[in-house]
Every structure is written in C-alpha cells, then in structure tokens.
C-alpha cells in the first residue's frame, strides 16, 4: 500500500515570500501521478499541480512548482510569490495509473500567508 | 478536467433516519466515482470506490450497510447514510478522475441531531 506524509502541520509566510511545502512517499510502483492539492476555508479541493512519475522535468503551473526526486521518493511544493490568497490546506496526493485508481492524501499542510 | 456537482451542501437530520447525497458528473461519463470523509482539521478518508452498473469497494472498517453507494449511470452515484448516528457527522466529497486528474465536488457538511 502507498502512503504519503507531510511532516509540516503548519507552515507561515509573508506575502510575496516564497515558501516550499515537503511531501514524501513510499511505493513500489513505477507508473504513478502526484498531485498536489489545495483547500480554502470553502472546503472545495483544488487541483494546484501534477506530476507524472515518468517526466523527469518538474511540472509548473504559473507561481508553482515541484521539486520531485523520484529515487527519494520526494515531491516538495514551492509557492513563489505568495498572496493572502494562498492561505489554505495543502494536501500531498498519490495516485497510481489510471482514472479508476484511487488517491491516497497525506495529513495536509496549513498554509498562513500574511502582510 | 470534469466538473462535478455534489448536493446538498449541508443537511441536518434526526437520529435514526437516512440521508442521501447526489453526485453527478456534469460533462464526463465516470464510470468511477469516489467517496471520501473529513473530520475537522483532518485529510480526506476514502471510504469507498463506486463503480458504474456493479458494487461499490468499501475501504476497510467501512461499514457497507451503513454507507449505501448506488451508482446507476455514468454522471450520477449517490451516497446514503443510513440510520444516521451523531458519530456520522462530517464531511462527505466525492471525486471523479479524468485523464489530467481528479475532480471534487463542493462537498456534503452532514450533522446528525
């Protein structure tokens, strides 16, 4: 079975700082996607960013990234330039191949961005 | 990715009667569907896989009598909580994956009185 942890409970940042959210992983799969995910006080889970383990380029969507090492198993979120916007829950997500497969999250990082 | 609707968004009910909670994929045939709980402060729990047209897999310690999971057709499974317990007050999201990911619905705040 997969798990995933995320040893930072809470994590504080200044606006427009940049801040990186730690994520690991065990598996014995080859094939796999990691997500990461975000969710405001709304409760509505948000697809921030994805990685397919077969890419060793690092995905990017606009100010994140990841830092995925797969032999560490390791799959780290960075936010550049935060905004008060950004304060949520960030949960770390495994998913094996195939839309059927199910997500495994780990306890989550709340995020607090501040002035 | 697929937008997914979950109704209702919140629903309070006595103890002892059921509640059912709708999701339905909007512009994407699912053919899986997934449920998941969250306590307060805590990360999601799948309790189950639901699967088009045949039973649900229940996750371990997931009682299937009390959680009912019909999914009839590709856009619509819903989730029946059954003799309702105060213990059984949470969060309930349902979740369909598509190619580029997984879609969430709004998510369920069911609390039994």
């Known amino acids: 079975a997969q798990t995933v942890t995320q040893s930072q409970p809470e994590m504080s940042v200044q606006e427009a700082e940049t801040v990186t959210l730690s994520c690991t992983y065990d598996?014995?799969?080859?094939?796999?996607?990691l997500f990461w995910y975000k969710q405001p006080p709304s409760r509505q889970m948000i697809l921030v960013i994805r990685?397919?383990?077969?890419?060793?380029q690092n995905a990017t969507e606009n100010r994140f990234s990841v830092n995925f090492q797969k032999a560490a198993k390791s799959f780290s979120l960075k936010i550049s330039d935060s905004q008060l916007g950004d304060t949520a829950m960030y949960f770390c997500?495994?998913?094996?191949?195939?839309?059927?497969?199910?997500?495994?999250f780990g306890t989550g990082t709340r995020l607090q961005v501040t002035l | 990715g697929a937008v997914v609707s979950q109704h209702p968004s919140r629903v309070i009910c006595k103890s002892g009667t059921s509640v059912k909670i709708e999701c339905r994929s909007l512009d994407f045939q699912a053919t899986t569907m997934f449920w998941y709980r969250q306590f307060p402060k805590q990360s999601l729990m799948l309790m189950a896989t639901s699967n088009e047209g045949s039973k649900a897999t229940y996750e371990q310690g997931v009682e299937k009598d009390k959680f009912l999971i019909n999914h009839a057709s590709l856009t619509l499974s819903t989730l029946t909580v059954t003799s309702a317990h105060p213990e059984d007050s949470s969060f309930y999201i349902c979740s369909v994956g598509t190619d580029y990911g997984y879609t969430f619905g709004s998510g369920t705040r069911l609390t039994v009185v």
């Open positions: 598996t014995s799969e080859n094939n796999y996607y």
């Open positions: 997500a495994f998913g094996s191949a195939g839309t059927a497969s199910k997500l495994t």
């Open positions: 990685q397919e383990a077969y890419k060793q």
